[in-house]
């Protein structure tokens, strides 16, 4: 299975770091760009092939910018994963597809699932807050595969310990969510 892996925002931080927590001197951008790769490393080791490319486009591709839509959709891949991190208020994960009732559905729920039961026994105030429809995200309606965006925690909430110190487990969580997909296929 090839899996297209998406950090969310601009690698860097260069036009676009995502949202910020600039008490802590967090920025969205960083810490998506950790969980993927270390998720990419994860699902390799699991025999699945991987491509990563971070993009700051959600809703549209930018001329000059990573294609990620159309990096997919050549490639072409299997299932594509957007990774993220939230702001404005809550705690916990949230997973995007673009409509439900189809492979997309499926797949996040298999991600927003290994997601909570990985890091809510680590710190309980870490919410299910479910899987979601989103057909305004380009990543999610452009693609021709299934396709998801993760929010996996919230930038400016007690959530910021899970997200800096359990990178790892995110980021295997997410990794499980995809090999659980595989294995319903
Ligand atoms: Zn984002």
Same mark, same amino acid.
Request: avoid cysteine; aromatic fraction near 22%.
């Given at each position: 299975m090839r899996v297209f892996l998406n950090p969310g925002h601009a690698l860097g931080g260069n036009p676009d770091p995502g949202c910020v927590n600039s008490r802590y001197h967090l920025r969205e951008c960083d810490l998506a760009i950790t969980y993927g790769s270390l998720c990419g490393k994860y699902l390799e080791a699991a025999g699945l092939e991987v491509k990563l490319l971070q993009s700051h486009n959600l809703y549209g591709e930018a001329p000059g910018y990573p294609c990620v839509v159309d990096a997919a959709n050549r490639w072409p891949a299997d299932l594509f994963l957007s990774i993220h991190v939230n702001a404005g208020g809550g705690r916990g994960a949230e997973t995007y597809c673009?409509? &439900?009732?189809?492979s997309g559905e499926k797949l996040a729920h298999c991600i927003q699932r290994q997601l909570v039961e990985s890091l809510a026994p680590i710190d309980?105030?870490?919410?299910?807050?479910g899987v979601k429809a989103h057909p305004s995200f380009c990543v999610l309606r452009n693609t021709t595969m299934p396709a998801v965006l993760v929010e996996?925690? &919230?930038?400016?909430?007690?959530?910021i310990g899970l997200l800096t110190q359990h990178g790892d487990e995110i980021a295997r969580a997410l990794a499980r969510g995809v090999t659980d997909y595989e294995q319903q296929q």
């Open positions: 673009y409509n &439900f009732g189809g309980g105030g870490y919410a299910d807050r996996t925690g &919230f930038i400016d909430s007690d959530d």
